[in-house]
């Protein structure tokens, strides 16, 4: 997963570098003083790298929210029907004994996937509030895994 990312953050940096150099760098160039000329495609490289692994982390955010949603859903369904049937609610024999009997939580994971991603999005992947500050260390590690191994690439 994270080989993914880096690659997906290379590959938009070196996407974008190259109009950056051919049409950004110049104008920089012309305002800015003679003797740190030099530095402008080293600045720019740093800033396109820097944007790049933002972008590549956000859409593996997306992606891994989207399937943990998706999992977890297709949990929930489950729970819920084994939950219904133990409990004698069978819904007129709506409600099957096995989920392998029926469609019905894949349905119905679906559904709950969609309202879990959702408050994942609307949430901005983020720890809701008395969580946060019981894992805040656990984010911060995070976070330090994620630059850590998006600087090391090249």
Request: hydrophobic share 50%.
């Amino acid at each position: 997963q994270f080989a993914r990312t880096i690659s997906m953050a290379l590959s938009i940096n070196e996407f974008v570098k190259r109009p950056l150099n051919k049409f950004i760098a110049p104008i920089i160039e012309a305002v800015t003083p003679d003797e740190y000329d030099k530095w402008v495609p080293v600045v720019l490289g740093w800033i396109t790298k820097a944007i790049a692994m933002s972008i590549a982390w956000y859409i593996q955010t997306v992606i891994s929210a989207f399937t943990s949603a998706l999992a977890g859903g297709l949990m929930m369904a489950r729970g819920f029907i084994q939950m219904l049937y133990k409990n004698g609610w069978t819904l007129g024999g709506f409600i099957p004994a096995s989920h392998k009997d029926t469609y019905m939580d894949e349905a119905l994971s679906y559904l709950l996937a969609a309202v879990g991603f959702y408050f994942q999005f609307s949430m901005g992947f983020d720890v809701p509030f008395p969580f946060n500050l019981l894992l805040w260390p656990f984010e911060l590690t995070e976070y330090y895994i994620r630059w850590t191994i998006t600087s090391v690439a090249k």
